[in-house]
Each structure stands twice: as C-alpha cells, then as structure tokens.
Nanobody, 125 residues
Framework: QVQLAESGGGLVQAGGSLRLSCTAS??????LSWFRQAPGKEREFVAG????????SYADSVKGRFTISRDNARNTVYLQMNSLKLEDTAVYYC????????????????????WGQGTQVTVST
C-alpha cells in the first residue's frame, strides 16, 4: 500500500506561481500524475510523468505554464505552476499507477491505483 501526501497549495494572485509536491510513502517507480477538480466539475488530468522522467504529458489548458518533474531518490513528484489563472482554482490530487510505455494513457484515471487526499489551490484577482 502506497500513501501519497500532497503539499504546497494555497492562495495566490493571478499571474503568480506555486509549486506542489507529492511524496510517496514508499519507493515507486511508476507513472505519477496530477489531476484537479474544481467545484461542480469532474476531476480532470493536469500532467503526468513516467518512471524515469523521460516522458511527460500535459493537458492543453496548462501547456507552457505548468511543469511536472520527479525526484525518485525522494519519492516525490512536483508540479511547478506559473502564470496561474482564475480557472486553475481547484483541489489538486496526485496519483500513482503502474509504469506504462504510452503517455497517451496518462490522462486515464483508471490507470492509477493510489490517490492523495488533495491540496487546495485558489487563484484570486
């Protein structure tokens, strides 16, 4: 059983930056991704990264603004969020799933076995 703990959320003005972290309770050489859920909306994929960081995938809405990375020595995945917009306001969740050679699978929530509790990101004017 792997537990995931997110941190780094908070309140930020539009145009600002935040860095989210998600640390796993055990070493996990697997697919790690970030999803988010805004009030009244379904959970959506944000970004994913394969086991060695060599392959990433992003939702169109965050391309060029967000960067996902991982440090396997620290069992941690990061999400650097720049140029934040009001519509980025959501609870952000990290998820861990089995390794996959196809980054096209990263957005599929059913790929993931483990989910964190989420961290709130609020972007204000």
């Amino acid at each position: 059983q792997v537990q995931l703990a997110e941190s780094g959320g908070g309140l930020v003005q539009a145009g600002g930056s935040l860095r989210l972290s998600c640390t796993a309770s055990a070493r996990t050489l697997s697919t790690l991704s970030w999803f988010r859920q805004a009030p009244g909306k379904e959970r959506e994929f944000v970004a994913g990264i394969n086991w060695n960081g060599g392959r990433t995938s992003y939702a169109d809405s965050v391309k060029g603004r967000f960067t996902i990375s991982r440090d396997n020595a620290r069992n941690t995945v990061y999400l650097q969020m720049n140029s934040l917009k009001l519509e980025d306001t959501a609870v952000y969740y990290c998820a861990a799933g089995p390794a996959t050679y196809s980054s096209s699978r990263f957005p599929d929530p059913q790929l993931y076995n483990y989910w964190g509790q989420g961290t709130q990101v609020t972007v204000s004017t």
